[in-house]
T-cell receptor, first 112, second 115 residues
């Protein structure tokens, strides 16, 4: 059974801290890994990763994939209160047609 | 404006009363999908569609039906809703190919309560 596990499930830090969120997976025929940010509404896309070792960056956020060890990390540096959200990891698996398997999410709270 | 719309946004209904949640996208996306989100369980895929008249089951299809008669629309049908289908539902769409999905755009969500 395809599985995506995120850790920690919840994290509380102070503004300015750096955080690392983890996502490990076991899926059939891995295609890509995606990170989303979900505030009080629909998830919004952050990154798509397909190749090992290539870091994707967007401002203070960055992510990298390790296809050998089957995990990805999402780093957020110099955190701000606006980074408070649930961060979702999803893996695209191909079992004849594409499907997405999501992890449970990490709830990140940034305190001022 | 590129968007995915869902209707209704909120719905309270009773057990057994058939309902349809509509989803429409204006980005000419091939791929559309329905998810439900429950506390502690993350997003779980219900059904997805690679193109018109092509649908497939996700992880939790029981109790749901879908159809894809037009590229822009992907309605979710609950023939006989039960309380365990109380959840937050998201529709999403993206460009897709036989090799890879691309960035998914999510609708605003439909909060369904079945009593």
């Amino acid at each position: 059974e395809d599985k995506v596990v995120q850790s920690p499930l919840s994290l509380v830090v102070h503004e300015g801290d750096t955080v690392t969120l983890n996502c490990s997976y076991e899926v059939t025929n891995f295609r890509s890994l995606l990170w989303y940010k979900q505030e009080k509404k629909a998830p919004t896309f952050l990154f798509m990763l397909t190749s090992s070792g290539i870091e994707k960056k967007s401002g203070r956020l960055s992510s990298i994939l390790d296809k050998k060890e089957l995990f990805s990390i999402l780093n957020i540096t110099a955190t701000q209160t606006g980074d408070s959200a649930v961060y979702l990891c999803a893996v695209e698996a191909d079992e004849g047609a594409q499907k997405l398997v999501f992890g449970q999410g990490t709830r990140l709270t940034i305190n001022p | 404006e590129a968007q995915v719309t869902q209707n209704p946004r909120y719905l309270i209904t009773v057990t057994g009363k058939k309902l349809t949640v509509t989803c429409s996208q204006n980005m000419n996306h091939e791929y559309m999908s329905w998810y439900r989100q429950d506390p502690g369980l993350g997003l779980r895929q219900i059904y997805y569609s690679m193109n018109v008249e092509v649908t497939d089951k996700g992880d939790v299809p029981e109790g749901y039906k879908v159809s894809r008669k037009e590229k822009r629309n992907f309605p979710l049908i609950l023939e006989s809703p039960s309380p365990n289908q109380t959840s937050l539902y998201f529709c999403a769409s993206s460009f897709g190919s036989r090799t890879r999905l691309y960035e998914q755009y999510f609708g605003p969500g439909t909060r369904l309560t079945v009593t």
